[in-house]
């Protein structure tokens, strides 16, 4: 009776069969491709419009704290967790122009009346039934505050805020086209990004009633 020889099972321990790689790598590659920029797109998407979007100040109404073409990032989580604040610099589409985005401090809350008078800015509210003037340092004493008409008071609502430019001369805001709505509003002012020598965390003033 012969006696079975010993099976060799080196080579088919050490083989493993490759795909072919003419058919495949290439589809695959694509494949990857594809997956990763849809990926990159949903993040993008996100950040954009849930967290974070960048915008280029436009004009000199914000002078001299925000120059003309300034590279901003605005910031879309603050006002989930709390209300808008007075001195917070906000961008925004103004009312009837969904198209346009706009850059202004807010002065005036809800279920507040503002009144601009003698170059000052008055705020009536619960706390200050006969008013309260408020101090805005960030305003250069040689600029004025200035109604369309003498002695004009605004009445703010329900979730309405009233904003007005740094550059109060030159601006165009809450005075010529009345309260802001809180739906309106897109984010607060975050980070300077350009030019270089703003760079920063953006400083939001604080006002003490």
């Not at 990032?73 to 122009?97: C, M, S």
């Not at 250069?140 to 904003?163: H, R």
């Amino acid at each position: 009776m012969d006696q079975e020889q010993p099976k060799d099972w080196s080579n088919s321990l050490n083989k493993i069969d490759e795909p072919n790689t003419d058919k495949f790598s290439f589809l695959e590659f694509i494949w990857d491709l594809v997956k990763t920029a849809v990926i990159v797109l949903i993040i993008a998407f996100g950040i954009k419009y849930f967290l974070i979007q960048p915008f280029i100040v436009d004009g000199n109404s914000m002078l001299p704290n925000f120059e003309n073409n300034e590279y901003l990032l605005v910031e879309k989580i603050t006002y989930r967790f709390h209300e808008p604040a007075r001195g917070d610099v906000i961008v925004f589409h103004p009312p009837g122009q969904a198209s346009d985005n706009y850059i202004k401090r807010i002065i005036g809350l809800p279920n507040e009346t503002v009144e601009i008078k003698d170059n000052t800015v008055t705020i009536f509210n619960s706390d200050h039934p006969s008013g309260i003037v408020i101090d805005e340092p960030f305003i250069p004493s040689d600029f004025e505050t200035l109604a369309d008409q003498p002695d004009m008071k605004y009445k703010i609502g329900l979730n309405e805020y009233f904003v007005l430019g740094d550059n109060r001369e030159h601006s165009s805001d809450s005075r010529e086209w009345g309260v802001l709505p809180k739906d309106n509003i897109i984010g607060r002012s975050w980070l300077n990004i350009y030019p270089f020598k703003n760079f920063g965390v953006i400083k939001h003033q604080s006002f003490s009633l």
